[in-house]
């Protein structure tokens, strides 16, 4: 019989005479896991044993409920009947709460009929073939069962939980899930069903118990929030709820400590060496940026994203962490030290936990249920606009907590720790290792340790000096005593200080005083026992003596109780008598009461039957007046048919002459509609003459600009082709002055050559020479002729004076290299000059397929000049004249128009349609 597995806040409101008049209650972090499985020796939630066991056999024909062995998640953890509890007298109490507080007979069938849907669509189970998951036939008629139940579509739903639908780029893919993803699909559907009636619940009972007016200052909150949990396998929900216990311990540490402090600084206590230990860091490693909670948002916004994944981004970002416990052999464990001690987690099923995953096409589908309970249990799922990043359960419940947090802090808090001392539910029992666990978990431990480290024991002057004054014989004041105590044991500052008006000592100061305590005391008891050993001798005469007094008292004692027990015995017979009186009187207004209601019934009965005689009466006079009806309504109906009939011929009458007259005037209207006609037939002519004047005119309009435009860029396009021309003609020129200057700079080495020749012997010059170097240079293939040649320059001189022509040629073409770039047939000599100072073969010049070779353009540049030459207007390309003006083509001929297709001839001989030579125009 497991506890409720909530947490809850109810704040308590009062008016301003403290008398309550209103409550609001909060939940937070409903265990929805417990829906689909839970412990072992636990029970999940008590709503669906309970509506197995005391629904009425209709209800169970209705929802076809079966037995408690029909559905394995109640049976999970083997704890389905509990003894003690009688579950079907638990669902009559529970239907009559939800009838106190406003609950309808429709709105809970409407639950009921959602919890058993719950229970019918978790005994479903998917099969697979081929990666695709499918039901059963028992199952697809459990599922439209389920869809029966929730007045909704059963190929819908069965559609919604064998596959999924995606929209890409506004395209929607339909893609089948297998068993895995098929069961995510159903658990989570039946998650939300029952948090949402769990909620819907919550939300009633808050619209019967709120008050309307909201008065800040007169309120109580009751925070009833589960403890820590520390189990054998921890899940997301343990880590969310130590979550909470961790914040509100630090809450709880820092009030008593700031309070602690507090006191210690009105004491005037120096508490600079105490320190407090803080668990911020925690917290921060789980609710930081790169905390756990974190990383798993990010994990879940990630379409691939797996909690194996985010067990390694954890690891990796807070690897180092003094807080954080790797696992040594689990990757998907972390641990986490709490105030209560480390607690290992488990990561499976994180990711899926913490994200919404009901899709919205369930969502729609459950808003489109018959059913208004149903219908309005789920929210309208946001558009795709509205939606920047879904919330996940770790955000809304870290939300959740900040706000729970806000409202503690602004509040005087108090705290109750509940504390079992056994688990057997069983009296006079104590389990000390189930109770230390507990203290633990409550945070007492740690509440004790941070008092610890400050000054734990704090005693008044008055208590010290009472207790510890045999330690030293000052005399004085109480706080020159209290001083003089820890001066005398020699307890410094920091382990116990006095204060105003109390001492304050840790621990370890507070032993050593009780040790000097001690010894004073065992040091006085030895001079006290030596004169009570010296008074015992007399105090046993006295005592003698006063043994005989006691049994003299103890006689007058008996006799003073005898006397009293005699009249103890006569007011009991009194008593006796009282009450048989009293027991007969109470007999007889019982038998007075029993008379009067008989009298009351009897009157009633007499009531009702004089109105059983009074209701025959009045259905007898109903019964006549009905009976002479049909008499009096012929009557009625023959007067009427004969009134009737007069007066439709007297209106017959007067439509006749109606009818004459409306003839009369039609044939006046017919005869001027006619002239009108004829009239507005003529204007309409004109009309229409005028409308294809003023349109001819338009487009010769249009045509005329169109033409003036179209010359404007033909005369354009000729001005450009004749500037192109010209800077050809003029590029011609510059060619023309080079081809003169290489003709002289030729002659010049020409005859350097021959000066040279005429100086020095040529028998003796060429036996110095190399034979490669004297050999002519036209031998082997023959070759063709040479830009000299075909120029019609004179040939290269003979090879007895290459030396000295290359000679030459080095030092006078080189220096004017820039006067023979312009010329193709220089390049083609200078490397010939070389080829006779080198032995190496020269190379071929490949043919250009494109006839963009230099020896080409040469060709074309030299057959363009003798032709500039022989006519130098040659290049001058003649203009084409337009076309006449006395064409009818011309706009501007005064019998133009377009023709019968509505093209229009343009001056370059094209056709252009006139209704577009505006778009042409710009």
Known sequence: DNSSRFGKYMRMKFNGEGVLIGAYIEPYLLERSRVISHSHGERGFHAFYQLI????????????????????????????????VDDAEEHRITREAMTIVGISESEQRSLYNVLAAVLHLMSVSFLEKDSRSYLSDDDTQTVALVAELLGISAANLLEELTSTTRTVAGDTYTTALDTSLATEQRDTLCKTLYERVFLWLVQSINGLIDCPTDDSDHWLGLLDIFGFEHFEKNTFEQLCINLTNEQLQQHYNKYIFAKDMQECKDEGIDVQSVIFSDNQPTLDLITSTLGVLSLLDEEVQLRKGTDSAFAAKLSEAQGSHPSYVKHRMDRQSFGVRHYAGTVMYTVDGWKDKNMDTLKDQLKMLARSSNNTFVANLVEEPPSADQVR???????????????????????????????????????????????????????????????????????????????????????????????AVLTTLEIKTDMGQVGRTKVFLKNESWMVIEDARAQALNSRALVIQRSVYARHAKAHHAV??????????????????????????????????????????QSCIREEERSRVALMQTEVDYLHSFGECKKKHLEGIVEKWYKDKPVKDALQQSDFKV????????????????????????????????????????????????????????????AQLAWARAMEEKRAEEELVMQDEYRK?????????????????????????????????????????PSHRVESPRRGRSRSPSFTQRVGYPEQPPSYATPTFSRVSMAGPSQAGHMYSSIPGAHS????????????????????????????????LQKLSKAVQSNPYRLITHRHSAMSSKSPNNPNHPDWQPAADGSVLLPDGTKCHVDELDSQMW
């Not at 290489?742 to 021959?754: D, F, G, I, N, P």
Request: aromatic letters at 6%; glycine letters at 4%; one cysteine or more.
């Open 53 to 84: 066991a005391g629904s009425t056999p209709e209800e169970k024909r209705r929802m076809k409920l079966g037995k408690l062995s029909d559905y394995p998640c109640l049976n999970a953890g083997g704890m389905g009947i509990v003894n003690g």
């Open 729 to 769: 003609w003029q590029q011609l020129q510059k060619v023309n002055e080079n081809i003169h200057h290489a003709k002289s700079l030729y002659e010049t080495e020409r005859q350097q050559a021959v000066k040279e020749k005429r100086q020095f012997d040529p028998a003796t010059f060429c036996s110095s020479v």
């Open 544 to 585: 003698q003596l006063a043994k005989k007094r006691v049994k003299m008292l103890q006689a007058y004692a008996r006799t003073k109780l005898a006397m009293r027990h005699v009249k103890w015995v006569e007011y009991k017979s009194r008593e006796e008598v009282l009450l048989s009186g009293a027991a007969k009187l």
């Open 643 to 702: 009134q009737e009939e007069t007066e439709r011929m007297a209106m017959e009458r007067r439509e006749q002459e109606q009818l004459l007259k409306t003839l009369d005037l039609l044939k006046e209207d017919f005869c001027v509609m006619q002239q009108r006609q004829a009239q507005r037939e003529r204007l309409e002519d004109e009309q229409r003459l005028r409308l294809q004047e003023q349109m001819l005119q338009e487009q010769r309009q249009k």
């Open 829 to 860: 000599r200078m490397s010939h000059s070389r080829r006779a100072r080198s032995p190496q073969p020269p190379k071929p010049v490949k043919a250009d397929p494109n006839g963009t070779h230099s020896l080409d353009m040469v060709r074309k």
């Open 389 to 483: 990043r879904k919330p996940t359960v770790a955000r809304i419940y870290k939300g959740q907590l900040q706000d729970l947090m806000a409202v503690i802090n602004s509040s005087n808090p108090h705290w109750i720790r509940c504390i079992k001392p056994h688990h057997c539910k069983k009296p006079r029992k104590f389990h000390g290792q189930e109770v230390m666990t507990q203290l633990r978990s409550a945070g007492v431990l740690e509440t004790v340790r941070i008092r610890k480290m400050g000054f734990s024991i704090r005693l008044t002057f008055e208590e010290f000096v009472a207790r510890y004054h045999t330690i030293c014989n000052t005399r004085g004041r109480a706080k020159e005593i209290c001083q």
